[in-house]
């Protein structure tokens, strides 16, 4: 599996299209305007929640290093009037949807050096009275029957989930009263998607690096490793060109902010999920004055630096692997014992027996590795509905045939039955490397790193300590450093954490909302990657009532459990 603190993400695979997406590589944060270092902090160690008064959330905890994040100037510079200023012609397109294509400065600070073409879809608004009846309507509040307002961006993660595709999968399941009073639009952003995407690898390749060895267990193997990271980053230079250096999540925050201009929108309405909450959180940092209705949902700590945040999501996994390993154990077909010890030592006792000796699969040509086994447990630890598929995959994978897991370990990486993947993990990495110094600077560090990494994850420590190398031998220098987000003077910000998330763990909710000057702490005590539109009313009803409303939920409100 290569994932991190933030690298993985999906376009919209349809089991999870609602719940947001995940992360792979090395962590993420922003390039930062006035980030002088980075941050490093203890696992998982939360800013203070704003008092339950419900009143502004205090200063962002003090972090030695942590830059915060200083907004640009309010008024649009000359030499950006030009793309501010277009008129993007949206055409009938994708079965009821409108598209358009808008460009944008490949570098911000010499405008007249190149552009890129960005891709946005939209779902006109649909009137109450239109008897659509789609979504559930629950928690509209006093909003409800109102008038238009406005534009909502939808972001579904990554970095390098795809926001058009996650728009044209959920736009007719939304809340009907949030349908009926903003245009749903999704923007893929700079480098994703129908944005200008980069590639890296062919389909051939990628199945090979997919498969590479994240255990290594001699230096043979770590040659390998390291052979496979290069090849990679290799081949994002080769094919990617100047647009590698460009790709910033400060770089895709400022194209929102050209595209509300376009959309006649005077303040940026947006509900973001996994990534797309420190993409939110980024705007909101660089434009607090043009923050309108903000939903951050699985949320990212941008104070982290990439050594941190892989460190604690390892443990959110943990946390969602023992969560599966109760379950498990109270059910006739869970293949791995009846003792939550059990299924842990079984689980890892399989690893190891794929480890050496990688299981068949129906696809003669393709084995089941270590590493692609370890990424098909951690898909199933996204939603617990993909926990009696998982149960059911691990069972085979006991009496030798790997199939199952192979295919959940494909739709992670969303690898198409032709053998062809998206530009999904290309974009990740491409991002997650711009973002953050590489936490290692060679094998021998990550070396180090493990038993830390262990202590924090039995089960998946050690894999995420080495997927993080790929960014030590990326082609362009890290323009980000890890920073906080204070956006004072933003409207209220609603910081969604879900307890046993296992991609961004509830402790990262707890600090983004601590940062943040108008942060909003909603918990969901419960199971799976984000909250917000999948399986609760009352994280539902406190979402949908501030999108319509404007009245957000207050300081520390908790759902589920």
């Known amino acids: 599996m290569r994932a991190g603190r933030n690298g993985r993400g999906r376009a919209v695979a349809a089991v ?83 598209c358009t294509t808008f460009a944008v400065p490949l570098d911000y600070d010499h405008p007249g050096g190149g552009d890129l073409t960005l891709a946005a879809v939209r779902s006109v608004a649909v009137p109450a009275d239109a008897g659509s009846g789609a979504g559930s309507g629950s928690g509209s509040g006093s909003g409800a029957g109102g008038g238009r307002l406005g534009s909502l961006l939808l972001n579904p993660g990554g970095p390098g989930g795809s926001a058009i595709e996650y728009v044209e999968a959920v736009a007719k399941t939304y809340d009907s009263d949030v349908r009926a009073r903003y245009d749903l639009v999704g923007l893929d952003p700079r480098g994703v998607g129908r944005s200008s995407p980069v590639t890296c690898l062919t389909g051939e390749r990628m199945d090979a690096y997919t498969a590479a060895d994240i255990t290594p267990d001699d230096q043979a193997e ?107 154990a109270k059910r006739e077909d869970c293949p791995l014992g009846r003792t939550e010890q059990q299924v842990g030592d079984q689980l890892s006792a399989l690893f190891a027996a794929v480890d050496a000796k990688p299981l068949t699969t129906a696809d003669g040509a393709r084995r089941l590795t270590e590493s692609q086994a370890t990424t098909g447990v951690i898909q199933a630890m996204y939603a617990d509905f993909l926990w009696p598929k998982l149960r059911t995959a691990l069972a085979d994978a006991k009496a030798g045939d790997g199939t199952a897991l192979l295919k959940l370990s494909d739709s992670y990486y969303e690898r198409g039955p032709d053998g062809s993947y998206p530009n999904l993990m290309f974009a990740n990495m491409a991002v997650n490397c711009l973002d953050l110094p590489a936490p290692f600077a060679a094998p021998a560090d990550v070396q180090q790193a493990v038993p830390d990494f262990e202590r924090t994850s039995a089960r998946f420590g050690r894999d995420m300590a080495w997927m993080a190398l790929t960014c030590t031998y990326w082609p362009v220098r890290a323009t980000g450093a890890a920073h906080t987000v204070r956006a004072a003077g933003a409207a209220p910000i609603v910081v969604v954490g879900t307890t046993r998330d296992p991609a961004t763990p509830y402790a990262w909710a707890q600090s983004l909302a601590g940062q943040l000057e108008s942060g909003r702490l909603l918990t969901f005590d419960g199971d799976g990657h984000t909250a917000y539109g999948r399986h609760d009313a009352c994280v539902d009803g406190a979402v949908n009532g501030y999108l319509l409303g404007g009245e957000a939920p207050e300081q520390g409100k908790r759902c589920g459990g």
Request: proline share 9%; glycine share 12%.
């Open 16 to 98: 999870l299209a609602a719940a947001g997406l995940l992360v792979g590589g090395c962590s993420s944060s922003s390039s930062t305007p006035g980030a002088a270092s980075s941050d490093t902090i203890g696992p998982g160690a939360p800013s203070p929640s704003a008092p339950a008064s419900g009143g502004s959330a205090p200063a962002p905890a003090s972090r030695p290093g942590a830059t915060p994040l200083e907004p640009l100037p309010a008024a649009v510079p000359a030499a950006l009037a030009p793309y501010y200023g277009q008129r993007p012609a949206w055409q009938p397109c994708d079965d009821g949807f409108e």
């Open 222 to 328: 770590i040659d390998a490793l390291v052979a496979a990271d290069r090849e990679f980053a290799e081949g994002c230079r080769q094919r990617a060109g100047d647009r590698l250096a460009h790709l910033s999540t400060v770089e895709a925050a400022r194209d929102m902010d050209v595209l509300r201009a376009l959309l006649g929108d005077e303040r940026l309405n947006y509900v973001g999920k996994s990534y797309g909450t420190f993409l939110g959180a980024t705007y909101a940092g660089l434009f607090p004055g043009r923050t309108g209705r903000i939903v951050l949902d699985g949320a990212m700590d941008p104070s982290l630096d990439s050594l941190s945040g892989n460190r604690t999501q390892a443990g959110g996994f943990e946390t969602a692997w023992a969560a599966f390993a109760k379950d498990c």
